[in-house]
C-alpha cells in the first residue's frame, strides 16, 4: 500500500479489525520512510459492474460515487454514518447479487430510493427531486403523497 504523504510503498500493518458487520476490513498503517498513520478499508468485490447510464454509455461501477450523492441527500440531517455506510453496502451486495455484470443507472436509482425510504424521508425526497428531474412542485407533492400514501397526489411522471 502507498503512502498518501510520501507515496513510499513499504507501508506496515499495525492492526486489522472488522467493520459494518463483518463485510470489511480496517486496517491501520504506518509508513516506514516517514511514519505517517492512515487507515485503509478492505472489501470484498463479488463481481465488476458497468453501469449503463441514460445517454447509453457505460462506466465502471464506483461506491464512493454512490456514497457521495447519498450523503449530499443527507446533507444536515441527523443520521449515524455507520447506518449510511451499512446502506450503501447492502446496496452494492444487493446490485452485485443481481447476476448481471451490466445495471442502468435507472436500476441504481430505484434501489437508493428504497433504501433511503427506509432512512430518511428528507433524504429520499431530495435524491427523489434530482434524480426524477423535478421540474415543477406538483412533482414534489407526488413523491410527498407517496410517502403518506395519499392516493389523492399528482401523479410523479419519471422523464426519459
Known amino acids: ?67 457521495r450523492s447519498i450523503q449530499i441527500s443527507l446533507r444536515k440531517r441527523n443520521v449515524d454514518a455507520e447506518r449510511v455506510e451499512t446502506m450503501v453496502s447492502a446496496i452494492v451486495r444487493e446490485l452485485e447479487s443481481v447476476g448481471e455484470s451490466e445495471i442502468s443507472s435507472e436500476a441504481i436509482g430505484e434501489i437508493v430510493m428504497e433504501h433511503l425510504r427506509q432512512l430518511d424521508d428528507v433524504a429520499y425526497v431530495r435524491f427523489a427531486s434530482v434524480y426524477r428531474n423535478f421540474r415543477e412542485a406538483r412533482d414534489f407533492r407526488a413523491v410527498l403523497g407517496e410517502l403518506s400514501g395519499d392516493e389523492d397526489a399528482p401523479e410523479m411522471v419519471t422523464p426519459k
Open 1 to 67: 500500500m502507498r503512502c498518501p504523504t510520501c507515496n513510499s510503498l513499504d507501508t506496515q500493518v499495525k492492526d486489522s479489525r472488522p467493520a459494518e458487520d463483518s463485510t470489511v476490513i480496517r486496517r491501520r498503517r504506518v509508513c516506514m520512510a516517514c511514519s505517517f498513520r492512515f487507515t485503509t478499508f478492505e472489501r470484498v468485490q463479488l463481481r465488476e459492474l458497468t453501469v449503463i447510464k441514460r445517454n447509453g454509455r457505460r462506466v465502471p461501477f464506483d461506491r464512493d460515487k454512490l456514497m
